[in-house]
């Protein structure tokens, strides 16, 4: 492993940048993943990452250097080794975990899958929300995910936090035009608020959905929110105004498995 010791190193200040800016994620494709878990999801999901840089700390643990031998073994992933004090200027955690693995974000496939579900989050702001539906998407078996303007980026270091792995079961897409989406889909389009909706429990969301989720202050947006052909409601006790919107895309998502399940079990 080549050791990194000094904040003047290039590789270091590269790494550094790559860290706290979500402009150079995206204009070179990449993103750093911050813990053994997420490093090991994305191994077990998409493949090897490009590199591998641990602390001297995280070196010493069992399960780090178990991941260090690993993928260290035929060459193809570079490791790296930092001063625990470069380590910790890396990493967003309180308490660093002693391992990251520099990734290239994956591609989303060119189309979303015909006749699936989709979610489409307008604006949505807050990474530890938007991670959280990311989370609850794929324990819901949802694929497609559309991540329109003004969103939180989908691979910060928060939101990949609040998924834990989920974004390696999904197909993101960033920066879509929602409006065009939301016209081109082939199923109910069910905008998700607060009030003046229909009763979610009282929905057929047998088939496909497009589920749109707005902005947790504005909500959706009027030109997304005229796309939509149902607008659904979650029933609440008097007094409750509304839900955080990563709890309530989590009831929404569910309540359309129970049924679909419930409906698949019925046929058989």
């Known amino acids: 492993m080549k050791l990194i010791a000094s904040r003047a190193n290039e590789r270091f200040k590269a790494l550094r940048v790559l860290a706290t800016d979500t402009r150079a994620q995206r204009s070179s494709n990449?993103?750093?993943?911050d813990g053994s878990h997420l490093v090991a999801a994305f191994c077990d999901k998409r493949g090897l990452p490009?590199?591998?840089?641990v602390s001297e700390h995280g070196l010493a643990q069992a399960e780090i250097r178990a991941l260090v031998d690993r993928l260290s073994g035929d060459g193809r992933t570079e490791c790296l080794l930092l001063k625990?004090?470069?380590?910790?200027?890396?990493s967003q955690l309180t308490?660093?975990?002693?391992?990251?693995?520099?990734?290239?974000?994956?591609?989303?496939?060119?189309?979303?899958?015909a006749g699936a579900s989709c979610l489409l989050l307008d604006a949505l702001q807050d990474a530890g929300?938007?991670?959280a539906i990311l989370r609850s998407a794929a324990a819901a078996g949802i694929r497609d995910v559309f991540l329109g303007p003004g969103c939180a980026s989908a691979w910060m270091p928060r939101?990949?936090?609040?998924?834990?792995?989920?974004?390696?079961?999904?197909?993101?897409?960033?920066?879509a035009d929602l409006c065009q989406v939301a016209e081109n889909f082939c199923g109910s389009v069910v905008a998700a608020t607060a009030q003046a909706g229909e009763n979610l429990f009282q929905l057929d969301l047998t088939g496909p959905v497009a589920w749109l989720f707005g902005n947790e202050g504005s909500g959706i947006s009027p030109a997304l929110l005229a796309a939509a052909t149902r607008r659904a409601s979650i029933p609440m006790a008097?007094?409750?105004?509304?839900?955080?919107?990563?709890?309530?895309?989590?009831?929404?998502?569910?309540?359309?498995?129970?049924?679909?399940q419930f409906t698949n079990a019925a046929k058989r």
Do not use: W, Y
Request: aromatic letters at 4%; one cysteine or more; hydrophobic letters at 55%.
């Open 30 to 33: 990449s993103c750093l993943l």
């Open 50 to 53: 490009e590199c591998l840089i």
């Open 84 to 90: 625990d004090s470069l380590f910790a200027s890396l």
């Open 95 to 113: 308490t660093p975990a002693g391992v990251m693995a520099l990734v290239r974000i994956p591609d989303a496939p060119g189309a979303a899958i």
């Open 129 to 131: 929300n938007v991670g």
């Open 159 to 175: 939101v990949l936090r609040a998924a834990q792995g989920a974004h390696f079961d999904l197909a993101l897409r960033e920066q």
């Open 238 to 260: 008097a007094g409750s105004e509304s839900l955080n919107v990563a709890a309530a895309a989590a009831v929404c998502l569910f309540e359309e498995l129970r049924q679909k």
